[in-house]
């Protein structure tokens, strides 16, 4: 693959960025008929025809709602939708400002626990399985794996993703390197210093956090990158010098606070002393920040982890090329063990007081007790994987999907309002879209599931229509024909003309739905402090988790089809985390809820989600009985 990708120089990393169609802006009518087929409103009047307990709506509720969309669609929303179009006729991307904005700048909960997410390295499973004393080595070998793809990617010889031959936007890969998000007291800004070798010069040093100290170092020396015994040298002279002398003062740790606390300690830090400034604007422009600990894996607050404004998948991508490359070179660096006379690690040094001590004192207090109450339960099913789903014809995103609606029913009574990730990188800037995978079709299936009268013909064709509806949203979502972001970009609309906001947002069944999403817009139209609104802080913090927004009880992505694996936390307490990834033989799951919630338990999510897989592919062989 190495070889591959170096030698690509028929096409260009970001070549097809002129070229790609601008994000469209759909049909207002089929995104408010979306809207009511939605799992939020479709699904209403079959789950009340079907007796089950706390429906999400009555009939009259619906029929209510049916009347203020009506009304919406032949009034203010047409005008809002005609702006709209307006506002896209100068913009290639309508929504890239709002959506990073809305969604991620905005939002002032603690971005490490509740926005980032996170995952192990693959490599346990091959040649590196967890062994004492290997910490540096390793990691001087994955340093300098990453660099590669740094170097690659700053050359242009990082192929262009394509779908079949049609190329995906790529620019979110110009945010992994060298970008930061930098607290602000309303909003966070961000910070990309990364240029590639056309575009001129980069910045090409690292940082390094070990036993509550900083140090940066540069990673090319004469024009070229360090070598893993070079990477091995830096790294060991690090941990001995924070081994043999006093813990620094973690500042680091700030940057898991609140986003308002963190920009105001930073002000603070500054005026203290200006150098300080200096020394975070190197961490800030930064290839990457790798923390060293000196303890097994667990969760802290000081890895100075920051959310930039690119999506997991490209995370999930450098984090593939660097297990292929671990892989192919059998977890062993084979070339020279020279080490020339390269420059000392740069220890960064800051100012501080009591008051920045007790700040930090804080912030790590915070975080851990938030990271407390994070249950996360990772499981891997190998009865069977990808190749028996496609053998019986059924998508396998599809395939969890509604094993995952099936399994959150029977452990809780009713159905599970779903967000899925679809991506939209067809697009200039393209990001997601949000499938809604509580469908109609979803939750008609579920109950014949648990109802003894139902054939097993007609639970297999109600979980084919299932598949069907599902499989169509995921195509029409990824294509630009989504509704959730629309109506985003018609409230937001609304609210720069000044006008009110339009009855549709303010009707109950929207709002049971969208509370977390649209609580950040609300926030943003009153101009109110969020932390004088409990209510809405609570949901602020879930909003950005998987680019979603709103109030679902199962967040929910595929990570891909590799050995990469992660998760992120619940978009709301009662909720859950469920991220996944697909192979020939298995399917990989990570799920995350909150201890404090006595209602959810990943634990038994997972396992029941692995009981219809069974129950599903004996669906499939009913023809068979």
Same mark, same amino acid.
Not at 21 to 28: F, I
Not at 380 to 392: C, D, N, S, V, Y
């Given at each position: 693959?190495?070889?591959?990708?170096?030698?690509?120089?028929?096409?260009?990393?970001?070549?097809?960025?002129?070229?790609?169609?601008?994000?469209?802006?759909?049909?207002?009518?089929?995104?408010?008929?979306?809207?009511?087929?939605?799992?939020?409103?479709?699904?209403?009047?079959?789950?009340?025809?079907?007796?089950?307990?706390?429906?999400?709506?009555?009939?009259?509720?619906?029929?209510?709602?049916?009347?203020?969309?009506?009304? @919406?669609?032949?009034?203010?929303?047409?005008?809002?939708?005609?702006?709209?179009?307006?506002?896209?006729?100068?913009?290639?991307?309508?929504?890239?400002?709002?959506?990073?904005?809305?969604?991620?700048?905005?939002?002032?909960?603690?971005?490490?626990?509740?926005?980032?997410?996170?995952?192990?390295?693959?490599?346990?499973?091959?040649?590196?399985?967890?062994?004492?004393?290997?910490?540096?080595?390793?990691?001087?070998?994955?340093?300098? =794996?990453?660099?590669?793809?740094?170097?690659?990617?700053?050359?242009?010889?990082?192929?262009?993703?394509?779908?079949?031959?049609?190329?995906?936007?790529?620019?979110?890969?110009?945010?992994?390197?060298?970008?930061?998000?930098?607290?602000?007291?309303?909003?966070?800004?961000?910070?990309?210093?990364?240029?590639?070798?056309?575009?001129?010069?980069?910045?090409?040093?690292?940082?390094?956090?070990?036993?509550?100290?900083?140090?940066?170092?540069?990673?090319?020396?004469?024009?070229?990158?360090?070598?893993?015994?070079?990477?091995?040298?830096?790294?060991?002279?690090?941990?001995?010098?924070?081994?043999?002398?006093?813990?620094?003062?973690?500042?680091?740790?700030?940057?898991?606070?609140?986003?308002?606390?963190?920009?105001?300690?930073?002000?603070?830090?500054?005026?203290?002393?200006?150098?300080?400034?200096?020394?975070?604007?190197?961490?800030?422009?930064?290839?990457?920040?790798?923390?060293?600990?000196?303890?097994?894996?667990?969760?802290?607050?000081?890895?100075?982890?920051?959310?930039?404004?690119?999506?997991?998948?490209?995370?999930?991508?450098?984090?593939?090329?660097?297990?292929?490359?671990?892989?192919?070179?059998?977890?062993?660096?084979?070339?020279?063990?020279?080490?020339?006379?390269?420059?000392?690690?740069?220890?960064?040094?800051?100012?501080?007081?009591?008051?920045?001590?007790?700040?930090?004192?804080?912030?790590?207090?915070?975080?851990?007790?938030?990271?407390?109450?994070?249950?996360?339960?990772?499981?891997?099913?190998?009865?069977?994987?990808?190749?028996?789903?496609?053998?019986?014809?059924?998508?396998?995103?599809?395939?969890?999907?509604?094993?995952?609606?099936?399994?959150?029913?029977?452990?809780?009574?009713?159905?599970?309002?779903?967000?899925?990730?679809?991506?939209?990188?067809? @697009?200039?800037?393209?990001?997601?879209?949000?499938?809604?995978?509580?469908?109609?079709?979803?939750?008609?299936?579920?109950?014949?599931?648990?109802?003894?009268?139902?054939?097993?013909?007609?639970?297999?064709?109600?979980?084919?229509?299932?598949?069907?509806?599902?499989?169509?949203?995921?195509?029409?979502?990824?294509?630009?024909?989504?509704?959730?972001?629309?109506?985003?970009?018609?409230?937001?609309?609304?609210?720069?003309?000044?006008?009110?906001?339009?009855?549709? @947002?303010?009707?109950?069944?929207?709002?049971?739905?969208?509370?977390?999403?649209?609580?950040?817009?609300?926030?943003?139209?009153?101009?109110?402090?969020?932390?004088?609104?409990?209510?809405?802080?609570?949901?602020?913090?879930?909003?950005?988790?998987?680019?979603?927004?709103?109030?679902?009880?199962?967040?929910?992505?595929?990570?891909?089809?590799?050995?990469?694996?992660?998760?992120?936390?619940?978009?709301? =307490?009662?909720?859950?985390?469920? @991220?996944?990834?697909?192979?020939?033989?298995?399917?990989?799951?990570?799920?995350?809820?909150?201890?404090?919630?006595?209602?959810?338990?990943?634990?038994?999510?997972?396992?029941?989600?692995?009981?219809?897989?069974?129950?599903?592919?004996?669906?499939?062989?009913?023809?068979?009985?």
């Amino acid at each position: 693959m190495e070889n591959q990708l170096a030698k690509s120089v028929e096409e260009r990393t970001f070549q097809y960025q002129d070229s790609l169609p601008s994000l469209p802006v759909p049909s207002l009518e089929e995104s408010l008929k979306k809207y009511l087929e939605s799992g939020d409103m479709g699904t209403l009047i079959i789950i009340n025809h079907f007796f089950i307990v706390k429906p999400f709506a009555n009939e009259d509720e619906y029929k209510k709602t049916e009347e203020i969309v009506r009304k @919406f669609q032949n009034g203010v929303g047409e005008k809002l939708h005609q702006k709209l179009l307006e506002r896209a006729k100068g913009k290639r991307n309508w929504l890239e400002e709002w959506w990073l904005n809305v969604a991620y700048l905005d939002v002032r909960m603690p971005s490490q626990l509740n926005v980032n997410f996170v995952g192990p390295s693959p490599h346990f499973e091959h040649y590196w399985p967890a062994k004492e004393g290997t910490q540096l080595e390793r990691g001087s070998i994955i340093l300098w =794996h990453n660099l590669n793809y740094w170097q690659l990617l700053r050359r242009e010889k990082l192929p262009a993703h394509k779908s079949g031959n049609t190329p995906l936007d790529m620019n979110q890969f110009r945010m992994l390197f060298s970008t930061c998000k930098v607290p602000g007291i309303a909003r966070d800004s961000i910070m990309n210093y990364f240029r590639t070798e056309s575009e001129g010069h980069c910045p090409s040093h690292i940082a390094v956090l070990c036993r509550g100290r900083a140090f940066v170092f540069d990673v090319l020396h004469e024009g070229t990158l360090i070598t893993p015994p070079e990477l091995l040298r830096q790294l060991t002279y690090i941990y001995q010098k924070c081994c043999s002398e006093p813990v620094g003062p973690s500042v680091a740790a700030l940057t898991s606070e609140e986003r308002t606390r963190w920009a105001k300690a930073r002000e603070y830090l500054i005026g203290l002393d200006s150098e300080n400034l200096t020394l975070l604007e190197k961490i800030q422009a930064s290839l990457f920040v790798y923390s060293m600990e000196d303890t097994s894996p667990h969760v802290t607050p000081e890895d100075f982890s920051q959310h930039a404004p690119f999506d997991a998948m490209v995370m999930v991508n450098i984090a593939h090329y660097v297990d292929e490359r671990i892989l192919e070179k059998e977890g062993r660096w084979k070339g020279s063990e020279k080490v020339r006379d390269i420059p000392l690690p740069e220890e960064l040094v800051f100012t501080v007081d009591e008051k920045i001590l007790n700040d930090i004192y804080q912030a790590k207090a915070q975080h851990l007790k938030a990271a407390s109450d994070l249950q996360v339960t990772g499981y891997t099913f190998t009865a069977f994987g990808k190749r028996l789903t496609k053998k019986e014809a059924l998508h396998p995103d599809t395939f969890i999907q509604l094993a995952l609606q099936l399994a959150y029913y029977r452990l809780h009574g009713r159905p599970g309002c779903c967000y899925e990730t679809a991506m939209t990188r067809y @697009f200039y800037h393209g990001r997601t879209e949000t499938v809604r995978s509580c469908t109609a079709e979803a939750v008609s299936w579920c109950q014949s599931m648990q109802d003894p009268s139902t054939s097993l013909l007609e639970r297999q064709q109600k979980m084919l229509q299932a598949f069907a509806k599902h499989n169509k949203m995921m195509k029409d979502c990824s294509n630009g024909k989504g509704f959730d972001r629309h109506l985003l970009g018609l409230l937001l609309i609304a609210k720069e003309e000044g006008l009110p906001i339009p009855e549709l @947002f303010e009707d109950p069944l929207f709002s049971r739905r969208y509370l977390g999403q649209w609580a950040i817009v609300y926030i943003i139209w009153f101009s109110l402090d969020v932390r004088r609104n409990a209510a809405p802080t609570s949901n602020l913090s879930f909003v950005p988790h998987s680019g979603g927004g709103g109030n679902f009880v199962l967040s929910t992505s595929l990570i891909g089809y590799m050995r990469i694996q992660g998760v992120v936390v619940p978009m709301v =307490h009662n909720g859950y985390g469920f @991220f996944y990834h697909i192979r020939d033989d298995r399917f990989v799951v990570a799920c995350s809820a909150w201890r404090s919630c006595p209602e959810t338990d990943s634990e038994k999510l997972v396992q029941m989600t692995f009981h219809a897989f069974h129950d599903m592919i004996q669906l499939m062989n009913t023809s068979h009985l």
